[in-house]
């Protein structure tokens, strides 16, 4: 089977969640014997981190078009493909007969809230996408959540979609450890992660609790309207350190030392870090909507988002409580094994065949 996957996003020097889906699916196809893999990329680099059984097509599209270069300037030579499939929700026009499409959809973030996204996002989301759909010949959503979302909001068939979950991080399952005293929040920051509320919690915490934490370390990159949290960030520098962006390894060493997990976000098509905190042996602490339930089952306390105190109230229950915690961290582990990238690519490759058989 020759499937040829648009790697457009393996540009981002920051890997977040879809970039870690894109790298992850792809390393695990390329081992599944019988398929021929090729990538859509800007450069041999990005195809040769993944081994020499991996092929490449160059496709270089103007900077400013980004999320519509595909619908200016689509790339040639696709017909030789039998499945085109792409990990983000772009998808290369062409004439048929030709290759089957396969689009990965992560979340319609860009469609709940305005504040979510910067413009041209939540224009592609409202006025390109939906044009571009008729070419797609099924679609993988990364949870039910973000299925049923697709069916709502895009009216797409309940048949034209299939849920494939994401993969656990490989190797991140730890060895006993001792933690450290610190709580950990993960996400770029903008609105829809809440990390500001994450921040009034801890300091809130910290001002009505004696020795419950040292401090909040925040990872993650500024992102769309940042301003806000960052200035909340520098205000109680003396109890909450802001890390940016760190590497995969240092990120898994975080989850093994922290006493917790603190994502209470607003909506999240899957929810990786719920997964790689888990994996890691790091106990939880996240919100009770989107699909977050439906990862982190009854492995995390969830709490609602909109209240700071319901937030504190976790962090302080995750701190003083030692039983609890090491039985997050317990169910948290297995609930964690039932997720894999092999898995995931094996259910990828099931819906391949699927629509080349249909």
Request: hydrophobic share 40%.
């Amino acid at each position: 089977m020759r499937v040829l996957i648009t790697a457009e996003i393996l540009r981002n020097r920051v890997v977040t969640g879809v970039e870690q889906y894109t790298r992850q699916l792809i390393g695990a196809l390329a081992a599944i014997p019988d398929i021929e893999l090729t990538l859509l990329c800007e450069h041999p680099r990005q195809a040769a981190t993944f081994g020499h059984q991996i092929q490449y097509l160059i496709y270089r599209p103007p900077a400013w078009l980004r999320e519509f270069c595909y619908v200016v300037a689509p790339p040639r030579r696709l017909g030789q493909f039998d499945i085109i499939h792409c990990p983000t929700v772009l998808a290369p026009f062409y004439n048929r007969p030709g290759p089957r499409i396969v689009m990965t959809c992560h979340d319609l973030s860009p469609l709940m809230d305005p504040g979510w996204h910067p413009l041209r996002h939540r224009f592609y989301f409202r006025h390109i996408l939906p044009l571009r759909l008729h070419v797609v010949d099924h679609f993988i959503a990364v949870s039910h959540s973000t299925k049923k979302d697709m069916e709502r909001l895009y009216r797409i068939p309940e048949d034209r979609i299939t849920t494939v979950h994401q993969g656990a991080p490989p190797g991140s399952f730890p060895e006993n450890g001792l933690k450290e005293n610190y709580l950990l929040a993960v996400g770029t920051l903008e609105p829809r992660k809440n990390l500001k509320r994450v921040i009034q919690a801890f300091v809130y915490l910290k001002q009505h609790r004696e020795n419950v934490a040292d401090r909040l370390l925040v990872v993650g990159s500024k992102g769309w309207h940042y301003g806000d949290t960052f200035e909340l960030l520098q205000r109680h520098i003396d109890s909450v350190q802001f890390l940016g962006y760190v590497s995969d390894h240092e990120l898994q060493r975080l989850y093994r030392k922290a006493k917790g997990l603190i994502y209470p976000s607003f909506y999240e098509g899957f929810g990786l870090p719920v997964l790689e905190a888990m994996a890691s042996g790091c106990p939880v602490v996240t919100s009770d909507r989107s699909s977050l339930p439906e990862i982190g089952g009854d492995a995390v306390l969830y709490v609602n988002p909109d209240e700071v105190l319901q937030i504190a109230a976790a962090m302080e229950k995750l701190l003083m409580d030692d039983s609890l915690r090491r039985t997050l961290a317990k169910r948290g582990l297995a609930r964690a094994s039932r997720f894999s990238w092999e898995r995931c690519a094996q259910e990828t490759v099931a819906v391949y065949e699927k629509i080349l058989n249909s």
